[in-house]
């Protein structure tokens, strides 16, 4: 089982000591699931590519600090290859910036919340369960950090998971694209240093009810298992 890691964005050097770099916390993340599960980084924020969009048997797109709207080469080269990866058949699973880019790049919409900041620990309950969410579970707890997300469903597309602050919070499009808002990949410790960057943005009160949250339980182990189940499904 190949999973390929589209790298969109790379860990600030000031907070790499705390977890390492987005590569370091996605082999963390997925050394909890099958042991024959073989990761492939590709540095998709400096140009690297995939020669073959047949290279690995799902590809999963990182966060990122840039918008899917916004005018730079990330976003020009994760959305070509969703299209490409779309209209392949190919598995893929977003995350965060990954998630708001499948919207994006197949006619849904994405936009800032209405809501504010989505930060910390966040409960979505799950509205439609697939068959690859084995072992099934009525929620889902991650961490999250996020100003933009899904306004707009695009076309083929449901919604997995919702929480109250973000309604499409989880999606699906024609069975073999998911996306998530939350990051399973955070540590507490990483989440809490970009509560404290982005505080003035966020804004105190929320920032400090957000840090409140961040040593509750989550649900990144399941979220991992349910990726490589999706990744198997037939």
Same mark, same amino acid.
């Given at each position: 089982?190949?999973?390929?890691?589209?790298?969109?964005?790379?860990? @600030?050097?000031?907070?790499?000591?705390?977890?390492?770099?987005?590569?370091?916390?996605?082999?963390?993340?997925?050394?909890?699931?099958?042991?024959?599960?073989?990761?492939?980084?590709?540095?998709?924020?400096?140009?690297?590519?995939?020669?073959?969009?047949?290279?690995?048997?799902?590809?999963?797109?990182?966060?990122?600090?840039?918008?899917?709207?916004?005018?730079?080469?990330?976003?020009?080269?994760?959305?070509?290859?969703?299209?490409?990866?779309?209209?392949?058949?190919?598995?893929?699973?977003?995350?965060?910036?990954?998630?708001?880019?499948?919207?994006?790049?197949?006619?849904?919409?994405?936009?800032? @919340?209405?809501?504010?900041?989505? $930060?910390?620990?966040?409960?979505?309950? !799950?509205?439609?369960?697939?068959?690859?969410?084995?072992?099934?579970?009525?929620?889902?707890?991650?961490?999250?950090?996020?100003?933009?997300?899904?306004?707009?469903?695009?076309?083929?597309?449901?919604?997995?998971?919702?929480?109250?602050?973000?309604? !499409?919070?989880?999606?699906? $499009?024609?069975?073999?694209?998911? &996306? $998530?808002? &939350?990051?399973?990949?955070?540590?507490?410790?990483?989440?809490?240093?970009?509560?404290?960057?982005?505080?003035?943005?966020?804004?105190?009160?929320?920032?400090?009810?957000?840090?409140?949250?961040?040593?509750?339980?989550?649900?990144?182990?399941?979220?991992?298992?349910?990726?490589?189940?999706?990744?198997?499904?037939?």
């Amino acid at each position: 089982m190949n999973v390929g890691i589209l790298i969109c964005d790379h860990v @600030s050097d000031r907070f790499r000591s705390i977890s390492g770099d987005f590569p370091d916390m996605f082999r963390h993340l997925f050394d909890q699931t099958a042991s024959d599960v073989r990761l492939r980084f590709y540095d998709l924020a400096g140009g690297e590519e995939p020669v073959s969009l047949n290279e690995c048997d799902l590809w999963l797109a990182t966060g990122a600090r840039a918008s899917v709207y916004d005018p730079v080469p990330i976003v020009a080269r994760l959305e070509r290859l969703v299209v490409g990866i779309y209209e392949g058949g190919h598995r893929f699973f977003g995350i965060c910036f990954g998630h708001q880019m499948i919207a994006q790049a197949l006619g849904g919409r994405v936009g800032k @919340s209405t809501r504010g900041w989505g $930060v910390g620990v966040h409960v979505a309950e !799950i509205v439609d369960r697939a068959v690859w969410m084995r072992p099934p579970a009525r929620r889902l707890r991650l961490l999250m950090t996020h100003q933009d997300q899904i306004e707009e469903l695009p076309p083929g597309g449901r919604t997995l998971a919702s929480s109250e602050h973000c309604p !499409i919070w989880m999606l699906s $499009v024609d069975d073999h694209m998911v &996306g $998530v808002q &939350g990051h399973p990949e955070f540590t507490p410790a990483f989440a809490g240093a970009l509560l404290s960057e982005r505080r003035d943005d966020i804004g105190a009160a929320a920032a400090a009810a957000a840090r409140a949250t961040l040593h509750d339980p989550t649900d990144e182990a399941l979220l991992a298992h349910w990726i490589i189940e999706f990744a198997r499904a037939e």
